[in-house]
Nanobody, 113 residues
Framework: QVQLVESGGGLVQPGGSLRLSCSAS??????MGWYRQAPGKQRELVAV???????NYVDSVKGRFTISRDNAKNTVHLQMNSLKPEDTAVYYC?????????WGQGTQVTVSS
C-alpha cells in the first residue's frame, strides 16, 4: 500500500517561510504535487512536479513557492516564502502512479500575526 507522509507545517507570521516535506513509501511516481484546502473552500492545486523536474504553480504562489523532488529518496518538498494569511490551509501531498492518485494525511499551515 502506498503511503505519503507530510511534515513541516505550523504557525508562521506573514512574510515568513516554511518548508513542507512529503515522504513516499515507494518510488516510480509520475507526478508529485501539493494541494491545499482552506476552510469553506475547495481543494486546489498549489504546485506539481514531473519525474523530469518540470514544474507548474497556481498563479497565487508563483515567485514565492518552490517545489522540488528527490527521486532517489522518494520525497517532494515545497519551500514557501513570503507567506500571506491567505496561504493558510491544510496542505496535502499528492502522487500519481499507474493512473491512481494517492494522498497524504495533510499538514496545517497557519499564517497569522
Amino acid at each position: 500500500q502506498v503511503q505519503l507522509v507530510e511534515s513541516g507545517g505550523g504557525l508562521v507570521q506573514p512574510g515568513g517561510s516554511l518548508r513542507l516535506s512529503c515522504s513516499a513509501s515507494r518510488s516510480g511516481f509520475r507526478n508529485m504535487g501539493w494541494y491545499r484546502q482552506a476552510p469553506g473552500k475547495q481543494r486546489e492545486l498549489v504546485a506539481v512536479i514531473t519525474t523530469s523536474g518540470i514544474t507548474n504553480y497556481v498563479d497565487s504562489v508563483k515567485g514565492r513557492f518552490t517545489i522540488s523532488r528527490d527521486n532517489a529518496k522518494n520525497t517532494v518538498h515545497l519551500q514557501m516564502n513570503s507567506l500571506k494569511p491567505e496561504d493558510t490551509a491544510v496542505y496535502y501531498c499528492n502522487a500519481n502512479l499507474y493512473g491512481l492518485s494517492y494522498w497524504g494525511q495533510g499538514t496545517q499551515v497557519t499564517v497569522s500575526s
